[in-house]
């Protein structure tokens, strides 16, 4: 039996999701099948709309489609040219500019000013 006071890894990664600045939802082929990362993207959609902002980042990988509820976030797309892909990230990640995103309804472009706030 383990330690009864010891937390478990739920309650850590609970935790860790309510003290991050930004929280990285990789959407790869095998996303939906995963009920534990279905259950902390709920958990992170809930706590962005409880503190407001915008902290939940979608990365696309694989052949994954981007789900119709996460439409309107910025994300990061490694489908294509991964390392492309990699200094948006840490643009992103490191509030600076020249951060962009295209509306994947229309294919127009949005940029994100210096430090903007997600």
Not at 32 to 50: I, N, P, T
Request: proline residues 5%; hydrophobic residues 40%.
């Amino acid at each position: 039996m383990g330690n009864p006071t010891r937390e478990s890894l739920h309650d850590r990664i609970s935790h860790a999701l309510e003290r991050s600045k930004f929280i990285a939802i990789v959407l790869s082929d095998n996303f939906a099948d995963s009920l534990w990362a279905r259950d902390e993207l709920k958990q992170a959609l809930a706590r962005e709309r409880r503190v407001g902002g915008s902290s939940v980042v979608p990365i696309l990988c694989g052949a994954s489609p981007m789900p119709a509820f996460l439409e309107d976030k910025v994300y990061i797309d490694f489908r294509e040219k991964y390392y492309a892909a990699l200094p948006r990230l840490a643009a992103l990640v490191h509030g600076l500019t020249g951060v962009e995103r295209r509306r994947p309804y229309d294919g127009s472009l949005i940029r994100f000013g210096t430090r903007s706030k997600l």
